[in-house]
């Protein structure tokens, strides 16, 4: 029989090949059979915030502290759970704590950095990043960091650089493709192979460098997602549409992720290629869904299309997804119709809506037979605006050029930009910005306005 530390040790190897819940449940039998052993319950912490159990977590890490009070690991890593739970003066107090313990602790000073940069405090980011780098001058981690908040402020040049670590990150998905990174050489009869890298609505937001790069005269492969092969098929710019379930046979010369070619063209926010709409739609679908909408829905003065909830796996979905009850007072315009294009996620909240009038709800059919946005893309057409927290469907709208109300988070996505109320990659979309983090009400409030004078915004943002 293995000693509890040898236990210990072998199921922390079990954890960090990515089974958390198996590794928790043995640290719990652990901590039954010895409830005083600290460091099963900074093991049990760390499992639980793995499992997104974060205030369990904290519970885990304070139990360990009540043992030993000096313990900076329990500490620094209970200050990232506090920082989940939007408990942000009781996390920088861990993180101050740790760092008294142990002054050189690198992991300490990066996820305090990481705490305010969430908050909006960039003054207070910057400061424990760049201390953090005096510790580990190299560490990709932290140089992702820094370049999220550059480009979050503006400055790209800065931000493009610093962004690029992200590839020597632990996490990051590799191409090791024998062809050569494109740096922008001349694409002048060559072929590229463009691929993404992160969320739908990321490949949707960058797909528009496809056209630029045939601009050019690549012809360019696109190698994507397959729940966007449908929508992406109306797209400009691709001659090459494959599914990143299979392998590339075609030849290329060149290869480059989608936001990457940003990066390589010094892409900042006087020279984004904001053409739109890219995304076509096929007219059976648009003539399908006008037929169905003017059939199954009553005349409607101002038909706005809904979306409140991302994605609750998005490490910062606290912050950007929205209460359906937030927008109550919306119901309360004059002519409006509101229709849920809310999907999984945030539907359960739709059975306690208490606005003055209904929310219409689309088919749970919907995108399922044509593909993924396919409907929801032709429904947004026969909708005069809509709102939307910072999920997929802001991109959708954004690259259909639908007049658009997106509601950030105080310290939102960086593409989103700081201070600002319109968006350079997207023409018809209007910012509205939190003032005080988790309070809508604001948000709401300037939305509403909006809708109530929505024929004089659509005249503002219409794209010719």
Not at 119 to 146: C, S, W
Not at 279 to 303: M, S, T
Not at 331 to 359: C, F, H, M, P, V
């Amino acid at each position: 029989m293995p000693t509890t530390d040898e236990l210990l040790a072998q199921t922390w190897k079990v954890h960090q090949q990515g089974n958390a819940s198996q590794a928790e449940r043995v640290y719990r039998s652990v901590v039954e059979r010895e409830p005083n052993h600290v460091n099963a319950w900074c093991y049990l912490g760390i499992a639980l915030h793995d499992l997104r159990q974060y205030a369990q977590s904290v519970a885990a890490y304070e139990r360990a502290l009540s043992l030993q009070p000096k313990f900076p690991i329990a500490l620094n890593n209970m200050g990232n759970s506090l920082r989940y739970l939007g408990r942000v003066q009781e996390a920088d107090n861990a993180f101050q704590k740790a760092i008294d313990l142990t002054p050189d602790y690198f992991n300490a000073y990066r996820n305090r950095g990481t705490l305010h940069a969430w908050t909006g405090r960039v003054d207070l980011a910057f400061k424990y990043y760049h201390q953090a780098m005096l510790i580990n001058p190299t560490d990709a981690e932290l140089h992702r960091n820094l370049g999220v908040i550059h480009l979050y402020q503006g400055n790209f040049k800065e931000g493009w650089r610093e962004y690029d670590y992200r590839w020597k990150c632990s996490d990051a998905i590799q191409h090791p493709y024998q062809q050569p990174k494109w740096l922008g050489e001349s694409l002048e009869g060559k072929t590229v192979l463009l691929y993404c890298e992160q969320g739908l609505g990321d490949t949707i937001h960058f797909i528009r460098f496809a056209k630029v790069l045939k601009e050019r005269g690549a012809k360019t492969i696109v190698h994507v997602q397959p729940p966007l092969l449908a929508l992406l098929q109306g797209c400009k710019g691709i001659d090459y549409l494959i599914p990143n379930s299979l392998k590339i046979d075609q030849p290329f010369d060149y290869h480059c992720s989608l936001l990457d070619v940003a990066a390589v063209l010094q892409i900042n926010d006087t020279n984004v290629p904001n053409e739109v709409p890219y995304i076509g739609i096929q007219k059976h679908l648009l003539d399908y869904w006008r037929d169905v909408l003017d059939r199954e829905l009553p005349p409607a003065k101002l038909r706005v299309a809904i979306v409140w909830q991302g994605n609750p796996d998005h490490q910062a979905d606290m912050f950007r997804s929205v209460p359906l009850d937030a927008l109550t007072p919306l119901a309360d315009i004059e002519g409006i119709q509101l229709i849920s294009l809310q999907r999984g996620a945030g539907t359960e909240q739709l059975k306690n809506w208490k606005g003055s009038k209904i929310i219409f709800c689309m088919p749970e059919t919907i995108d399922q037979t044509s593909g993924a946005f396919m409907d929801t893309s032709a429904i947004l057409q026969h909708c005069d605006m809509v709102v939307t927290s910072d999920t997929s469907m802001a991109h959708l709208a954004g690259a259909l050029a639908r007049p658009t109300c997106v509601m950030l988070g105080y310290t939102p996505d960086w593409r989103w930009l700081q201070n600002r109320p319109d968006s350079p990659w997207y023409p018809s979309c209007k910012l509205f910005r939190q003032t005080t983090i988790g309070d809508w009400s604001p948000v709401v409030k300037e939305i509403d306005k909006t809708l109530r004078n929505w024929k004089k915004y659509v005249s503002s943002t219409v794209v010719p």
